[in-house]
């Protein structure tokens, strides 16, 4: 027998508080939430859709864990401490199985910063998944795009092109070492802690999901700067390196998206504060547009990363 709405919400989605803003949860028409004094809320979405985001063979935990871990990301890049989140979710049909995979996956992630589950909705329909992700960040210092100063280092954390890779090898490319791609293509990690850590230090960031280059270009465009970056320094796995050999595939890491690590710009006085695991890879300059040095050569760079509508 088919679980009705409101008992596959009890039974999966229904848990006690943990987060101490959290003042009443699943169970009423609306949740309350308290912002403590000194703070602004930080509120982001993002829906995942079936065969536009994910695969239809992804593991259900794998989903859960994605969708909650690309919502922390957009807090993190704005230095933002995770608090709640509401969850909407449309299915063709119950699976118990399946949804009791996919809380566990988002639970595993959400317990590790205390993340209260407050609300949401489930409906009947396409594969569709949307988590709204709520977070807190002391009045007027959360981190933005259009911050960046002529002169500011950019950094990265981690390494760039292993989601990307990792969506090459679900399409078929047969590489040495894949394990470590794929994984980051289907749990990504959100720079939570990094986020927290910059966000007295930086001035711009911005979480990388489109790839490198397009939202790199979003801090140049409402910060009203340019780039130059250098090709060599971007930080890449072993794995990326040996794909980009076999098939000369040198933008991928670029313009690959999914990575969700940060990219922020920050003074040379201020970087030397720095604490996390990051590399510098360019600077910000007064020309506007990118421009990449790569082989000795400087070229303007304009290749965009993934866009819906496109």
């Not at 960031?205 to 340019?226: E, F, P, R, W, Y």
């Not at 794995?239 to 922020?264: H, I, K, N, R, S």
Request: glycine share 8%; net charge negative.
């Amino acid at each position: 027998m088919a679980l009705a709405e409101f008992n596959l919400i009890k039974q999966f989605f229904t848990r006690s508080a943990q987060n101490k803003c959290t003042r009443l949860s699943v169970g009423d028409d609306c949740a309350l939430l308290a912002v403590p004094e000194g703070y602004e809320l930080a509120i982001t979405t993002d829906t995942m859709v079936e065969n536009v985001h994910f695969f239809s063979d992804v593991r259900p935990e794998q989903l859960g864990y994605k969708l909650l871990a690309v919502n922390l990301s957009d807090l993190a890049s704005m230095g933002a401490e995770p608090m709640a989140i509401t969850l909407a979710l449309t299915m063709p049909e119950v699976d118990s199985g399946w949804l009791a995979a996919f809380a566990d996956g988002l639970f595993a992630l959400a317990d590790k910063y205390q993340i209260d589950l407050i609300g949401g909705d489930t409906s009947s329909g396409p594969l569709t998944l949307s988590i709204q992700a709520m977070g807190l960040v002391p009045k007027n210092q959360a981190l933005k795009r259009a911050a960046a100063r002529v002169g500011d280092l950019i950094y990265v954390t981690g390494y760039l092109g292993d989601a990307g890779l990792g969506l090459k090898i679900k399409q078929g490319y047969a590489g040495q070492n894949t394990q470590q791609a794929l994984q980051r293509f289907n749990m990504p990690e959100p720079r939570v802690e990094e986020g927290l850590a910059i966000r007295s230090l930086a001035n711009a960031c911005i979480d990388i999901s489109d790839g490198l280059a397009q939202d790199l270009g979003h801090i140049l465009k409402c910060s009203k700067v340019g780039a130059r970056l250098d090709y060599a320094q971007i930080p890449m796995s072993e794995a990326v390196l040996d794909y980009m050999l076999e098939t000369g595939d040198w933008q991928m890491p670029l313009v690959a998206g999914d990575d969700y690590e940060l990219c922020f710009t920050i003074t040379p006085e201020s970087a030397s504060k720095l604490d996390i695991s990051c590399t510098c890879i360019g600077i910000i300059e007064e020309l506007p547009g990118l421009r990449l040095i790569r082989n000795d050569v400087c070229v303007n760079f304009n290749k965009s990363g993934f866009e819906h509508f496109a």
